[in-house]
């Protein structure tokens, strides 16, 4: 028990950063996106699956395009979860999107 106990209370191990950060995702990587959708179309998707804090489509730096992938963060694991369910491989602006939780990299 004594090795298990350093291991969660050593979070600079790949697995025990992974592990808990998994515990507490919101945060959800949507990929597969059309390029001409924008933060409020993603946003309108989304928040019927729970209350969002933050909707953010990536966009090229220099032509202001979007790259086709973005983040939505929930304000709860639960919606983020609800939402990854419902919305995996769905349409959304004639694109199958594509979704798994967003981890730091």
Do not use: W
């Not at 966009?59 to 995996?88: I, P, Q």
Request: aromatic share 12%; net charge positive.
């Amino acid at each position: 028990m004594q090795r298990f106990n350093e291991f969660f209370l050593n979070y600079q191990t790949p697995l025990a950063r992974f592990v808990t950060s998994r515990h507490s995702c919101s945060k959800l990587f949507i990929g597969g996106l059309c390029y001409d959708t924008n933060e409020p179309v993603l946003k309108q998707a989304f928040e019927q699956h729970g209350e969002t804090i933050e909707v953010k489509v990536i966009c090229d730096h220099k032509s202001g395009k979007s790259k086709g992938y973005g983040f939505v963060k929930f304000t709860s694991e639960t919606a983020a979860s609800k939402a990854l369910k419902e919305m995996d491989g769905q349409l959304l602006d004639g694109r199958n999107i594509r979704i798994s939780f967003a981890h730091k990299g």
